[in-house]
Each structure stands twice: as C-alpha cells, then as structure tokens.
C-alpha cells in the first residue's frame, strides 16, 4: 500500500513520470534538429553525435530521495540554459560543456527517482509504477521527436530553450506532489555502505551484472537507431524531413509506450511472468534486429522491424526496473539504481557516436553488431536460470519486497 493516502495514487505516479520525463526530452527532442545543428555550428557528423551524450545513489540513501532529486533537476534545466546559449553564439565548446553538466545534474534525477518508487510503494503499486515510469520515459522518446521538430520550425536554437521549461515543471510537482516517507534508522557509515553494496554484488552479481548489461543494451540501441534513421530520413530518395521526419520516429517508440504500460500493469510480483516477459522481449529485440540486415534499405520494412524491437524493449525494461530496485533493501537501493541508470545513460551516451562511426565504415555492420550484442544478451539472462537469488535475497532482511513467490530466474 502507498505511503501516502492524501492524495490520489495518479497523482503521485503523474509527478514521479515527469522525471524521467524531462530526461527524455532533453536528449530525444535534439534527434531530428542534429543535421541543422550540423550545418549552422560546421560540426563533423561525431562531434554532433557527442551532443546527445548526457555519488548521487550513496547521497540519496543517506540524505534523502527528494534532496538529490530537486537539485538535481535545478542543475539540468540550469545548463540546459546554458546550452541553449551555446547554440545561439555558435560556440561548440560551451555548449558540449553544459551538456556535460547536465550529465551531472541527470545523475541526481531518473535514477534516483526509481529509488524513491521503490521507497513508497509495494507489490502491485510498485510494479504499476514502475511501468508508469517506463511508459513515460518511452512517451516522451514518442513526442520529443515531434515536438523538437515543429520547435525547430520557429527557431532551430529553440528545443534547447524549451526543456528547461519542461525541468521548472518537473520540478513544481516532486516538490508538491511527492512527500517522502521518513527515514527510521540512522545513516549507515560510508565503510559499512560500501561493503553492503559489495556483498549485494557478489551474493546477486550472476543476475544484476547481465540485468545491468540487457538495459543499458536496450538504450544503446534505441538511440543508435533514433540516430540511424534521423540521418538516412533527409537523404535520397526520402527527402523526409520536419515535422513529418519527427512523426516518422515516433512510430517505433510509440511500441515502447504501449508495451511499458501494459507490462507494468501486468506483472505486479509474479516472477514466472517477469522471467517470461524479459526473456521474450530479448527474443524480439534479436529476431527483429537480426532481419534488419537484409531489409534495413526497405524503409517501410525496417521501421515494422524496428518497432517489433521497440515492442521487445517495452517488455523488458519495466522487468529489470522492478527486480533490480526489488532486490536490495531501501538503505543501499539509491546507490544500486544510480549505477544501473548510469549504465542506461552510458548506453544512450555510446549509441549515437557509435552508430555515427559505423556508418561511415558500412550501414551493415551496424545491423550485424547489434543482433550480435542482443543475442548475447538474451544468452546471458537464460543462462540465470541456474541462478536461484531468492535465498540470497531473503538474506538481506524484512525490508526487501522480493519475497519467494518472486523468483525470475527459477521459477
């Protein structure tokens, strides 16, 4: 049951979706304006691929969620001022700077948010949460190519201006909205931290290692994709570009928006389903992926295939969300979804210049490595289930929410 029984769950769900939200926009509302960029700064095409490239878990856990949250979001929407201007002097250097200083300020938010999710719900709360969260950060994958493009429309320096407004907004509803529960115990020491967390890794390492790998994969991929599909769009004989180019990509994230949601709402804590969810949205990420490298120059049979792989992803990521932010107790669960965030974000980071350096060399190879890098992942996440982390999990104490019915690895 919620924490907080003032105020309408949706609400509360409503303002914690927001965060990973403005996350979102900040990088996908760029995808369709790079070319632009491109042109006006005189950029290689990796030096505009950098432009997406966006402590805090240990702070959280021992200060508080919403401490690290709010200022973190102040940071974000701060530099993202700053970028904007960056854009409008032409000054590449500044405006990669406050890029970075937005990767800070990011590291204080989604991550940590998911943390607090974890803190005010349990059972089916949280799962729905969770998919809430994913559903909303897919959401925002779907309208920012749109949104960033009709910006673009009056100003091409305009979708850097207009994320801050959408971080002040963030910002208004966890301060409102989201009243954290109060801490019973006192901080735990750095040393004793520190040792817990390494005893998380080396009791659950066998699974939270490949779940750690499947979602950063997941989002190198997608933007790796965004990317792809962004620079081919205004080449011939498609010529797409615009708007239009902004509602061609949002068609395969609009399958990671439905999916989420639903998976959300669906697995609650029945890990035989969680185990099947993910092992099948693998499945669907290789298959699809794996076609590609035959029919990636039939545009319309490349974005179907594409969207399956979205579809896959969908199904994955709220699974992971709720088994890693499950399996550890509240006193060390900050640090271990800041790390795994981190890993998402360094997915989202690596893809673009990546896909961009590839490219370059042979649009084919892109399709082979990431049909590779799935398949590998979806050998991983079987291979754990010779793994049995209820035992160790229950280990940890009465305040972790994973309980034996909860088993996604041997079911």
């Known amino acids: ?44 095409s990796l030096q505009t691929s950098l432009i997406i490239t966006p402590v805090a878990g240990y702070l959280s856990d021992r200060f508080g969620r919403k401490k690290i949250i709010i200022p973190g979001l102040i940071i974000y929407g701060a530099a993202g001022v700053f970028t904007g201007l960056g854009a409008l002097w032409n000054s590449y250097p500044l405006l990669i700077s406050s890029r970075a200083i937005q990767g800070l300020g990011a590291a204080g938010t989604a991550p940590i948010a998911m943390a607090l999710v974890g803190d005010l719900y349990k059972d089916a709360e949280e799962s729905q949460a969770m998919g809430l969260i994913e559903a909303s950060n897919g959401a925002g994958k779907v309208i920012s190519p749109i949104l960033g493009a009709a910006l673009a429309l009056w100003t091409w320096t305009a979708p850097f201006f207009a994320f801050p407004c959408f971080c002040a907004l963030s910002l ?42 499947a979602g950063s994969l997941a989002l190198f991929i997608l933007f790796g994709i965004l990317i792809y599909l962004s620079d081919i769009l205004e080449e011939k004989p498609y010529y797409i570009k615009g708007v239009v180019k902004g509602l061609v990509l949002a068609i395969p994230l609009l399958g990671i928006v439905t999916t989420a949601f639903i998976t959300g709402s669906l697995i609650k804590k029945n890990g035989i389903l969680i185990r099947r969810m993910m092992i099948i949205g693998l499945v669907c990420m290789s298959l699809s992926l794996g076609l590609t490298i035959m029919f990636h120059k039939q545009i319309v049979w490349f974005i179907a295939l594409i969207t399956i792989s979205s579809i896959g992803t969908g199904m994955l990521l709220p699974c992971l969300n709720t088994m890693i932010t499950g399996s550890v107790e509240k006193a060390e669960r900050g640090m271990i979804t800041s790390l795994y965030s981190s890993l998402r974000f360094f997915g989202v980071a690596l893809g673009p210049p990546l896909f961009t350096w590839m490219m370059e060399k042979s649009h084919q190879i892109i399709f082979i490595s990431v049909t590779a890098l799935s398949a590998c992942s979806l050998s991983q996440m079987q291979r754990c289930n010779s793994t049995d982390p209820i035992q160790v999990i229950s280990d940890l104490g009465a305040d972790s929410i994973i309980v034996r019915s909860f088993n996604p690895f041997n079911p």
Do not use: C, D
Not at 19 to 30: A, K, T
Not at 34 to 42: A, N, S, T, Y
């Open 1 to 44: 049951m919620s924490s907080q029984q003032s105020r309408p769950l949706w609400l509360e769900y409503a303002a914690l979706a927001t965060v990973p939200l403005v996350m979102v926009l900040g990088n996908s509302m760029l995808v369709p304006i790079l070319p632009e960029v491109k042109r006006h700064l005189g950029l290689t």
């Open 172 to 213: 208004v509803a966890i301060i409102w909205l989201i009243k954290e529960p109060r801490r019973k115990q006192e901080p735990t020491p750095l040393k004793t931290y520190l040792h817990n967390v390494a005893e998380i890794f080396k009791k659950m390492g066998r699974w939270l290692i490949p779940a750690f790998f």
